[in-house]
């Protein structure tokens, strides 16, 4: 944090930047901080920090672990900035996508943002037809439970996973393995096909969606029906190849890549001079 700059603020407001400091520490730390750690790092007393984690753990934009005595954001932060224009300009990019896609298919799709240890659904389409099965918009799901959590995590470590879905109440080492699985055909294919585990006779068919920096940002899912009477669906393998395309489409609107593009760019003009 820039202290001089805060100096020379007309206005100050001490608890306020109290609060900031400890929020944008804890922002650097993947498995949390002590107390103490706290006030070591922003060179403040542990009384002076007492009150203001107590507010933010009240407000639900730290959490407590009393096991191991330490401090750790939520996903609030995280739920503010997608109410943030680029999360407006996510759906709304692949809105269009996903309703085209809908219509090609004949199939339901949502948009899905990770949350915590859950996901949250921030776009969905209904197919065409009179037989439908949705996800609704704002429903949030463990992650353990979900293609969609298979292909926001499949970048990740596997204990980077495990120690996110674990957090939730729906775990268990058997979904776990069912969820690896399908983590494991993401990385092997880019999109994955796995039974639901919330509804019987639904097949999940889910790719990733890409950021400006080649994270992954989002994961298109269709809950895929295959209808008794509806000879002219296209059949499983159709809708993943063109629910590949349709990612892939999202992906590129948003700017997926183009920070690797820019640094390989880069890269090249140096080695020219």
Known sequence: M???????????????????????????????????????????????????????????????????????????????????????????????????????????????????????????VDSPGNNITVVRLGAQVPMVLTSSGASLLHLLTYAERHAICAKNAAFTSEAMDVFEEAVEQVIASGVCESPSSVIQGVLNLSVPVFGYAGEVVAALTIPHVQRLHANQDPDVEECKRTLVEAGRMISKKIGAGAAQDENSGSARSAEAT
Not at 46 to 66: I, T
Request: glycine share 4%; proline share 3%.
């Open 2 to 124: 820039n202290t001089e700059l805060i100096s020379t603020e007309k206005y100050s407001a001490p608890a306020l930047s109290k609060g900031l400091d400890i929020l944008e520490l804890l922002a650097t730390q993947t498995n949390g901080l002590k107390k103490n750690e706290i006030a070591q790092a922003l060179g403040r007393s542990v009384s002076e920090l007492y009150r203001m984690l107590a507010v933010l753990v009240a407000r639900g934009y730290v959490q407590f672990e009393e096991e191991s005595e330490r401090y750790a954001l939520t996903m609030r932060l995280f739920e503010l900035s997608h109410r943030y224009p680029p999360t407006r300009r996510l759906t709304a990019v692949a809105g269009r996508i996903m309703e085209q896609t809908a219509i090609a298919l004949n199939q339901s799709l949502h948009l899905a943002i990770p949350y915590d240890s859950e996901i949250l659904v921030v776009a969905q």
